[in-house]
Every structure is written in C-alpha cells, then in structure tokens.
C-alpha cells in the first residue's frame, strides 16, 4: 500500500501533522520509535490546558484519539533509511516494514549532547533542567545554577534569573566580557569560575555542585543548554540544506514546513530553533495542513 503521507517520529510535531492528514481522511502512517525527547521529564508543562500531565500520557491521549480514523496506519520502530523513489519515497523500519508515500515528513526530533560532568545526565529532566518555561515555576525561589555550554548560556542565566538567585557556572570557561558582567551584576547572577567536577545528591535530587577546588556549591537546580542534533539522518540522507541554530543543526525550512527537497516537510525541534512541546505541536500542525495542500492539484 502507497500512503499519501509517511510521518516519522509519533510524538508533538508528528501526531498533530497526523491529526490534520487524518481529519482530511488521507491515508497517513506514523513511524515512531517511542523515545521522545521530553520522557525523562516526570512531567510536561506549559502545555495547552495539560499543565504538569506527565508526557508518556499525553503521547497516548494523542494516539487514542488518532486511532478512531480509518485512514490512520502506526507502525512502532526506529525508521533506518529514507530515498526517494517514483512520484513519491520509500521508507525502511528497523523491524523489517518498507513502507511508501506520496509525501514524507520528517519529525524524529533531536538528540541532546550534554556535558561530560559526572552526576549530570543522571538528573536531566530532573533536577538538570533546559527549559525554565517547562520547569522553572517547580525551582523558583530557590537557589538555581546555569552551567556554561554555549554562547547562549549568558542568555539562559539572565533570563533564569527571574526564578530565583543564580549562579553562573564558568566551568572553567572563558570569563564574561564587562558588558555581560554589568548585565549580571542588573539581573543578581553571580559568578563561578571553578570548574565543576560532580554534581552530587541522592538518585536524581541536587544537593549540592561539588568545584575542582573542594568547594561544594548547594543549587535546587542546574539549567544547561545542550548542543543539539536531529535524532536520525534521514534528512541528510535526502539532501535537505541545513540551519545553524544557537543549540545546533536544524533542516531548513519554509514557513509551510517544506524543506528543500520537493514533497520533503520537517516539523518539531529538529527544524525549529525553537524547542518546547507547544511549538513542536504548532509546527506539526501547519506541516499536516501544507502536505495536504500539496497532494490537492492545483495548490
């Protein structure tokens, strides 16, 4: 069977792409691997009338609520190769299905790269923490910490700042400039220039940053920027051009989510350099409704 669409990745970006192919009653199928990026968070927030429903949850909601079309076809596994072949692409599953569409979007999400310190990648999602929109109002009024990744992080630690009293963790790094030091001393950041050497506390609680000269440091929580890259190659693959983003790689694209290669869409944070569950939803929605379009003659 040739589906009109072929979504890759089940969860914000690609479910709501679905939704919109399924209520158009296209025939769609959902390739997903069951690893999004937010399931080591206990919990989703900021999320449209879901604040704080654990994200697991919400994926299944989503599904129950896809499953009723008839046109709607999901396929669990880890999609391996994507070419495009005819009038429309062939995509491979790890578990053995080769399924083809008229049109392909690309909605894998990325993988985060996180700093080599021990202690850290143990509490991401937990007390290790991206997003203060996701998580900050749980830490707020606490002491916090935004550990230095990338150029951004000056960034992330102002903006930090409105949850509670931070620590700017150098880790060693290069020492702000003095118009980032004025825009500190404003915001009440302060500076730590030793290098971390653990994060420390019980199973995935922080109590305390332990430094390379003994100290021991006690913020409620860590924010770090991860570098970021898409989960899967099949955008590469396919010949889809590329952004530099401020956490990473993104697949160009339009602002109907058609990326570079003809019938190719992308939605979610792997074609975003914004990233949470709400904008990935919003991407999915308008790449359902512009693959849509697409398929009609004439648009």
């Known amino acids: 069977m040739q589906f009109d669409a072929l979504v890759v990745g089940g969860s914000f970006a690609g479910l709501s792409a679905a939704m ?14 069951g690893a999004p990026r937010n399931r080591f968070a206990a919990h989703a927030h900021g999320f449209f009338a879901q604040d704080g429903t654990p994200p697991f949850e919400l994926l299944a909601q989503a599904r129950a609520k896809l499953a009723p079309y008839p046109t709607v076809r999901f396929v669990d596994g880890r999609a391996t190769a994507a070419r495009a072949e005819g009038d429309g692409f062939t995509v491979s599953v790890d578990r053995g299905d080769t399924l083809t569409a008229r049109r392909l979007l690309l ?5 985060d790269t996180l700093p080599d310190v021990p202690g850290l990648r143990e509490r991401w999602g937990a ?3 991206h997003c203060p929109y996701c998580h900050g109002y749980e830490v707020a009024d606490r002491p916090l910490g935004v550990l230095a990744t990338l150029p951004g992080s000056v960034h992330q630690a102002v903006l930090v700042a409105d949850w509670g009293p931070v620590t700017f963790f150098l880790n060693g790094g290069e020492a702000p400039d003095d118009a980032t ?9 302060t500076v730590e220039p030793a290098p971390v050497v653990a994060l420390e506390g019980p199973a995935n609680g922080l109590d305390a940053v332990r430094l390379a000269d003994g100290r021991r440091l006690p913020p409620a929580a860590m924010f770090v920027a991860p570098r970021t890259r898409p989960a ?4 590469a693959s396919l010949g889809c051009a590329f952004d530099d983003g401020m956490t990473g790689p993104h697949v160009r694209t339009d602002a109907m989510k ?11 944070d792997a074609a975003s350099m914004a990233h949470n569950a709400t904008f990935a939803s919003s991407d999915g929605v308008m790449a359902g409704v512009s693959m849509h379009r697409s398929l009609i003659p004439g648009f």
């Open 20 to 33: 919109q192919l399924a209520r158009a009653r296209r025939a769609v199928c959902v390739v997903d691997a």
């Open 107 to 111: 909605a894998g999400g990325v993988t």
């Open 127 to 129: 007390t290790v923490l």
């Open 181 to 189: 030091r004025d825009l500190f001393r404003l915001r009440g950041v």
């Open 232 to 235: 899967d190659g099949l955008a």
């Open 258 to 268: 058609q990326t570079t290669v003809p019938h190719v869409f992308a939605a979610g």
